[in-house]
């Protein structure tokens, strides 16, 4: 029965509460609940919106803050350049990586700033403010990040494009040697005639002059690559440095073939001109000289004109023997000539001295002849004197006849009036 008044007393609790109002009450508060109810639901819908938006927004700075801190960690300390081609490519390759990521959250930035203005119109008092300095440090890192990523990406691109221009002028320099070298090989320095050694030496001026020019550019890359050594400070050698001890090592090696090829050149010249010379002169001289002796004159029967006959033939003879010794040098000049000459350059200078040779052989003969002659001659004219001097002794009384008969016999023998 308790119970039942109990339940009871619940159940009609709203009854009297109901019976007591006066009719059309109920209406006239259910009237403006119809029309508030609308307005309260879409106010409680925003504020639920905000309320999901605002949670929302901060995972979203969150996660955004927190991928800039570890973006701009990875862009902190010395850009990492390198002197290795592969490598310079290999950073930038990965950089590209990082950039590209950089870039790509660059919408996501956009959408953060724009769902925080939204919330910066329908907030009030310090979360305006904690929200705008929050977005305020979210650009300010942005443009960091931003920065660094491009600032870095030149830094790389401007690494490599160093490191390939050093790379390509190394490479055009080596196999610019390595031209000179086969050029080198296949022209031998011969000593010729003096025409063609001048001809070939003029040549080679050429190339000495073209790797004047280039030794330019060769200073200009080593200078070059060791600015970027003391840039890049590299813990080990790169291959880039060892191309260039490469450069270095081909460059001394094919100057110094250079100038010795120069040198030789010029000392063949000096040498074929010289040799061409000599003994060209040496045939003119043994040429007139063997024309002189093959008629001379003849040998006086006067004791002081073959005197002075034999006097002029041993100036000849001086004259001779130089030439003779000449003729020595000539053929060490020949034999150094032909080590250093073609085959049919060398059987030419064989061929002029062997000429030479033969002709001084024959002058030498004609010589000996002529001072044979001049001293036989000498010695009969020398017996001649005391036999003329005892006639003229033996007829003093003779009278003027026998002079003028004796100064018409030939030699100025004195003959006999008999």
Sequence with gaps: MGGSGLQGGRAGEPGPRGHGLRPGTAPRRAQPGRADGPG??????????????LGQFQHQLEELVQWLSCTAQQLQGPTPLSLDLQSCEIELAKHKVLRNDVLSHART????????????????GDAVD????????????????????ES????LENNLS???????????????????????????P???????????LAAHLELCKEMESKQQAYNGV???????LASCAAARPCSTEHSLRILEQKWESVHAEVQERKERLAEGLTVTTEFHSTVQELLQWVAQTDESLSAPPAPSFVLETVMQQIQEHKVLVKEVSARGEKLAGLEAVASRLKDFSRKQDGAVVQSLVLTAKERLAKVLQRTAERGTALEDARKRAKQRVPAAAAGLD????????????AAREPGGDQVPAG
Excluded: Y
């Design 40 to 53: 309260l639901a879409r106010l409680q819908h925003q504020l639920e919106a905000a309320l999901l938006g």
């Design 109 to 124: 930035v956009q959408s953060v700033n724009e769902a925080g203005q939204g919330l910066l119109l329908s907030s009030l």
């Design 130 to 149: 904690g929200l705008q300095c929050s977005l305020q440090q979210l650009n300010q890192r942005w443009d960091l990040v931003r920065s660094e990523t």
């Design 152 to 155: 870095r990406q030149l830094e």
């Design 162 to 188: 160093q490191v390939q221009d050093v790379m390509l002028e190394i490479t055009d320099l080596l196999q610019w040697l390595e031209h000179v070298e086969l050029r080198l090989f296949f022209s031998k």
């Design 190 to 200: 011969g000593w010729g005639h003096p025409d063609t050694t001048k001809e070939t």
């Design 222 to 228: 080593r200078d070059r690559l060791q600015r970027l």
């Design 394 to 405: 033996g007829r003093g009384g003779a009278g003027a006849g026998g002079p003028r008969r």
